[in-house]
């Protein structure tokens, strides 16, 4: 819950890594969950699963466990996902039961949650669906694949095409067409340039392939900004990046 007691999506963090930590929490409850015990993970990820613990009220504002305590069994567990799901998203739960578009999801979670938009729109639209599918909830098949987290009976995935980046475009080499979605250049001066285009559909993406690609490109732009500090005035290395918060597929934003 936020400070106005309504009910904020977690986003910024991964189904699998919420699962996990539910899973060890309701296994042997701490007196507190706080930085200290979760030590194992980011500061910043420790931020955001604070924050969804306390938004599903498994945890009260002083980080004490409350209802986490019941989901040890696995089956418990399940039930209780469940029926957050169904207390905390009803109207999209409700889409699940028949064969709704993507189209029809984005609008019911923009009248939910209207001020997540974007990007964290997409990462929450993420969120909630393998929320879902761990709880054994009805979901349209119109909706896309997204693989199944740990411990999940599902359909299997849809297959995706890799697309890989042209890396002598530069040398007037052609990627086959226009990209779109997040570009990162670094230039490293006489050493040459390194270009990563990413061009994805996010909402297709498992848990573990989202997060070690995010990764990914935030230690590229480390890096740019690493070699722009070393570069002298005449010959200073840059990054560029452009950004396009992809909604998801069928989405009419």
């Known amino acids: 819950m936020d400070e106005e007691g309504k ?3 977690p986003y910024n963090i991964a189904w699998a890594t919420f699962l996990t930590s539910v899973e060890r929490i309701a296994q042997d409850p701490p007196g507190r969950i706080d930085r200290s015990y979760l030590g194992s993970v980011s500061g910043t990820i420790q931020t ?9 009220s498994l945890i009260d504002d002083e980080g004490r466990p409350t209802r986490v305590k019941d989901m040890a069994d696995p089956e418990a567990r ?19 039961t028949s064969s709704t ?18 990007e964290s729109k ?15 909830l009805p979901r349209s098949s119109l909706w896309g694949g997204v693989k199944a987290p740990r411990g999940a009976s599902t359909s299997k995935p849809k297959t995706r095409k890799v697309k890989t980046v042209d890396q002598n475009r530069d040398q007037g080499g052609s990627t086959g067409g226009g990209t779109s979605g997040e570009t990162v250049v670094v230039d490293l001066g006489d050493a040459g340039r390194v270009t990563v285009t990413v061009n994805v559909q996010w909402l297709q993406l498992d848990d573990d392939t989202f997060a070690a690609l995010r990764k990914s490109i935030t ?20 990054a560029e990046t452009e950004t396009k918060d992809d909604a998801p597929e069928g989405s009419e934003e």
Request: hydrophobic content about 45%.
């Open 101 to 118: 578009t993507v189209g029809q999801l984005n609008e019911e979670w923009s009248k939910a949650f209207p001020n997540l938009t974007g």
């Open 7 to 9: 009910f904020s999506p």
């Open 122 to 136: 997409v990462k929450g639209i993420r969120f909630f669906i393998s929320a879902m599918t761990y709880a054994d």
């Open 78 to 96: 399940k039930a209780v996902i469940r029926s957050l799901l169904e207390e905390f998203y009803p109207g999209m739960v409700a889409l699940g």
């Open 219 to 238: 230690d590229l732009k480390a890096l740019a900004k690493a070699a722009s500090s070393k570069a002298g005035p005449k010959s200073s290395a840059s």
């Open 48 to 56: 955001y699963l604070i924050a969804a613990l306390k938004s599903f």
